[in-house]
């Protein structure tokens, strides 16, 4: 076997009137991303992690912020291409493992729905997409409630062929 590992981060604003995407999920909250796409911090850290483990690159150099038609474009949508990359070079998943910062709201009652989503998107059990959270204790624009981010670390594994 060949394995890899990624890692990826992303980090957006919060903005009072928008929706607040995050793991493929809409959560109900007076603020939400600000960015080009729909700025789902966890999907872009995982793909970022993916892309990173492969060899491709980053989320910006294949959907970028550039074209228009990423514009307000579903997170799903990206991380689906992003598995098609992976598979395309071979690779599967082995596990994510990833922590989502933000002061409020709280999104534990949420996980379990986002890992059932991306596991979805990702054509994986869910026993293989970890989605922690935390807050920063009030410290930094996340305590401030100006903004979210997230990481994500991924293994991926390739058959060798004899």
């Not at 990826?8 to 109900?28: A, E, M, N, R, T």
């Not at 989502?100 to 890992?115: D, V």
């Amino acid at each position: 076997m060949n394995y890899r590992i990624g890692f990826g981060f992303d980090v957006h604003q919060l903005k009072s009137g928008l929706d607040f995407w995050i793991g493929g999920i809409k959560v109900p909250y007076s603020k939400g991303g600000l960015g080009h796409s729909d700025a789902d911090v966890l999907i872009h850290s995982i793909c970022d992690a993916l892309l990173g483990a492969t060899n491709l690159g980053d989320i910006g150099k294949h959907f970028p912020d550039t074209d228009s038609k990423y514009k307000a474009i579903d997170s799903k949508i990206l991380l689906k291409e992003v598995m098609v990359l992976i598979r395309e070079k071979g690779y599967e998943i082995g596990n994510i493992d990833s922590t989502i910062c933000l002061q409020t709201p709280k999104i534990g009652p949420y996980i379990s729905e986002m890992q059932k989503v991306i596991a979805s998107c990702m054509g994986v059990n869910t026993d293989l997409v970890s989605i922690k959270a935390t807050t920063t204790e009030k410290l930094s624009f996340i305590g401030r409630e100006e903004g979210v981010s997230a990481y994500a670390t991924v293994l991926i594994t390739k058959s060798l062929k004899a």
